[in-house]
């Protein structure tokens, strides 16, 4: 999941990824926020990317 919000996917893209909802997308991502201290998705991001937890390959960007 930390991968797929890295990577800029959408709750609906992601819950189609992991064959879950985009409202159960919402209250995992909600779990993440709370448990690492995190304020927003930016902050998540800041987080994952802080503490080397995925991999970008530097594709992702459509700037």
């Known amino acids: 999941m930390l991968q797929l919000i890295c990577e800029q996917k959408t709750n609906p893209e992601i819950g189609a990824t992991l064959f879950i909802s985009s409202r159960t ?9 709370s448990k690492l201290g995190c304020r927003n998705t930016a902050g998540l991001v800041v987080y994952v990317l802080q503490h ?12």
Request: charged share 15%.
């Open 52 to 63: 080397q937890l995925v991999q970008l390959d530097g594709t992702q960007h459509q700037w």
């Open 25 to 33: 997308v919402e209250g995992h991502r909600n779990n993440l926020l």
